[in-house]
């Protein structure tokens, strides 16, 4: 291993153990200048001991480099132990069953990594596809893609699938529910998306009654394949939207807009009066992790441990399906309907 890819791996630990602390940002920081350095450069320092006198290297950043230039991982097998994700075995089925992942983040808005890398990461993971869903214009403080940038991320993405064949980069975006139902994104775009997601992110103490008629017209819009983190809560910081959730799931079944299990630690959507209501009335289910950097990927299995515990039927999962009966149920090819 690399120092570069040493450090690679810090810091997706520290991702999925969700640390954003100061010993996360102290080992970003190592990352970027180590990239920034050549391989005889870093090679010279750590045999000299001068590591630490970079700005931006500390002793625990200059261990874990010396470390992988003397083919030692005691660092990292401490790290990767300590912040291994649990998971219940009945849990365990349902992330056996998980072919991929329907909402992620890259650079392009609001996340860490790199498309390259979360698809590697993926991979990595037994995942056969991704879903890349950066966010939509509106959401300017997320850094949202307008209509350019999307085109631009669509022909990266075209470029990325022909190297990493047969892993598939399936096409999409978060796109943001507007205040009175409509989507941040034209039409044209979303029709050539593989799968969108679709959000509430602003205006979320709204009354119930307009925030059904909001969520109504997005989930029965023939565009929108998945309904992303339906309450918007924050667990312990921000309460849940409330809307009248036999209208919007009833929507969702009838129009097939799967309802998602967002894993985010602090999101954990949908709460659990909710997602039961949400099975009754025949909804599709995504189980996504909605991760911002490479390490959030591995948080699948959060949303698993829910989805056990409530006995979400498999098959109604959708990222259970392979990316060829995903296209087809989002229709987005010509293969028979799911
Ligand atoms: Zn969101
Ligand atoms: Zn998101």
């Given amino acids: 291993m690399t120092p570069v890819e040493a450090l690679e791996r810090v ?59 003397c083919g030692d991982s005691t660092y990292l097998d401490d790290l990767d132990r300590k912040t291994r994700i649990s998971m219940s075995p009945g849990g365990a089925v ?26 590697h990461t993926a991979l990595a993971l037994g995942h056969e596809y991704i879903v890349l869903t950066d966010h939509s214009a509106r959401l300017t403080i997320a850094h949202g893609l307008d209509r350019q940038r999307l085109l631009d991320q669509l022909g990266d993405v075209g470029l990325l699938n022909e190297r990493l064949a047969p892993f598939r980069i399936l096409t999409g975006m978060e796109v ?23 959000s509430v992110h602003s205006k979320l103490r709204m009354d ?53 299990l967002n894993c985010r630690p602090e999101r954990l959507d949908p709460p659990a009066d909710l997602l039961n209501r949400a099975i009754e009335l025949g909804c599709f289910f995504a189980i996504n992790s909605d991760a911002h950097a490479t ?26 399906w392979s990316a060829d009966e995903l296209l087809a149920w989002t229709g987005r090819s010509n293969l028979a309907s799911h």
């Fill in 176 to 198: 943001d529910i507007l205040e009175d139902g409509s989507l941040d994104l034209d039409d044209d775009l979303l029709a050539e998306l593989d799968v969108v997601v679709a």
């Fill in 94 to 119: 349902y992330r056996a069953a998980l072919r991929g992942d329907c909402h992620m983040h890259s650079r392009w808005s609001d996340g860490g990594a790199s498309v390259e890398s979360m698809a």
């Fill in 208 to 260: 119930s009654d307009p925030m059904t008629a909001r969520m109504l017209a997005a989930v029965s819009s023939p565009h929108v394949d998945v309904l992303g983190h339906c309450t918007g809560r924050l667990i312990g910081k921000r309460p849940e939207s409330t809307f009248d959730a036999d209208v919007v799931f009833g929507a969702c079944a009838s129009f097939r807009t799967a309802v998602e």
């Fill in 295 to 320: 390490g959030q990927l591995e948080w699948q299995p959060f949303g698993c441990d829910t989805a056990s515990q409530h006995g979400v039927p498999l098959e109604r999962i959708i990222n259970t």
């Fill in 11 to 69: 810091v997706h630990c520290l991702d999925r153990a969700n640390d954003s602390g100061f010993k996360a940002k102290a080992f970003t920081r190592a990352l970027e200048v180590v990239r920034g350095m050549s391989a005889a450069e870093v090679a010279e320092r750590a045999a000299g001991n001068t590591l630490t006198q970079l700005e931006g290297i500390g002793d625990s950043s200059a261990k874990v480099i010396i470390q992988a230039l």
